[in-house]
């Protein structure tokens, strides 16, 4: 952990501070082991990788949907209010509660499969390329605040 305290590019501090997370649940199957800072920074940076990488969608059906409760509180709390928003109307194109349960969200999820969905999704998936927040930087300052709470 100390190796990555030294890092001074945010871009590499971020993505260090993101595998150690990530070694440290266990790719997400421990989330027991993050303090609320951590647990934080853990789920913006899941949002931004599943939606980087397939957009929304790929998000909600992947294991960081079991996040979609928490994402819009998250990106708040580390200043990304665009993002928050993003995310916000995300979740409201399904107009119910997104389960926790991975297997219950994908039954609900192909329940679901409209065209209106995904213009939706396709929507907020290019408003979050154009990445008017600056998560990097957000991110970067939310850890070094919270500093005490990353072990």
Same mark, same amino acid.
């Given at each position: 952990?100390?190796?990555?305290?030294?890092?001074?590019?945010?871009?590499?501090?971020?993505?260090?501070?993101?595998?150690?997370?990530?070694?440290?649940?266990?790719?997400?199957?421990?989330?027991?082991?993050?303090?609320?800072?951590?647990?934080?920074?853990?789920?913006?940076?899941?949002?931004?990788?599943?939606?980087?990488?397939?957009?929304?969608?790929?998000?909600?059906?992947?294991?960081?949907?079991?996040?979609?409760?928490?994402?819009?509180?998250?990106?708040?709390?580390?200043?990304?209010?665009?993002?928050?928003?993003?995310?916000?109307?995300?979740?409201?194109?399904?107009?119910?509660?997104?389960?926790?349960?991975? &297997? $219950?969200?994908?039954?609900? +999820? /192909? %329940?679901? !499969? #409209? &065209? $209106?969905?995904?213009?939706? +999704? /396709? %929507?907020? !998936? #290019?408003?979050?390329?154009?990445?008017?927040? /600056?998560?990097?930087?957000?991110?970067?300052?939310?850890?070094?605040?919270?500093?005490?709470?990353?072990?």
């Amino acid at each position: 952990m100390e190796h990555i305290w030294s890092l001074t590019d945010t871009n590499d501090f971020v993505v260090a501070m993101t595998e150690h997370l990530e070694n440290k649940t266990r790719y997400g199957d421990d989330m027991s082991v993050l303090s609320e800072a951590e647990r934080i920074f853990y789920i913006t940076q899941t949002l931004e990788m599943e939606v980087n990488n397939g957009g929304f969608s790929q998000f909600f059906y992947n294991s960081g949907g079991s996040f979609s409760g928490e994402l819009v509180n998250a990106f708040t709390a580390i200043g990304a209010n665009a993002t928050a928003a993003i995310c916000r109307k995300a979740i409201a194109a399904f107009g119910r509660d997104i389960p926790v349960d991975r &297997d $219950e969200r994908e039954q609900m +999820l /192909d %329940e679901m !499969d #409209s &065209d $209106e969905i995904d213009e939706i +999704l /396709d %929507e907020c !998936d #290019s408003a979050f390329y154009d990445y008017e927040d /600056d998560l990097n930087e957000l991110n970067y300052n939310f850890v070094m605040k919270n500093k005490e709470s990353f072990t």
